[in-house]
């Protein structure tokens, strides 16, 4: 079992920046991909985006260009580092990690934008 403790939340002006940080309490190593995902009130839980082993990202359209995610195997650790922040990126933040067979999730981290 892996445990994905999620922070870097909190308010901030439309426009502003924040990181959120993922911490894993084991290696990251033989995670094959992980990812943020976002949910609003009243709204799906939706992809942000996701990094997988070999480095390669993908990102939702909406945040293409603004947010960036990466994660340092050292650290056990996962990134996400959002600028240009919009009142519409308000949501609770969620870290994902997958391997074979597994999946894992943090409780989440609440970003709220002001505008």
């Known amino acids: 079992q892996v445990q994905l403790v999620e922070s870097g939340g909190g308010l901030v002006q439309s ?5 959120l940080s993922c911490a894993a309490s084991g290696s990251i190593f033989s995670f094959v991909a992980m990812g943020w995902y976002r949910q609003a ?37 996962l990134y996400l580092q959002m600028n240009s922040l919009k009142p519409e990126d308000a949501a609770v933040y969620y870290c994902n990690a997958v391997r074979v067979r597994e999946t894992y999730w943090g409780q989440g981290t609440q970003v709220t934008v002001s505008s």
């Open 15 to 19: 426009g502003g920046s924040l990181r």
């Open 41 to 77: 009130p009243g709204k799906q839980r939706e992809l942000v985006a996701t990094i997988y082993s070999s480095g390669s990202t993908n990102y939702a359209d909406s945040v293409k260009g603004r947010f960036a995610i990466s994660r340092d195997n050292a650290k056990n650790t």
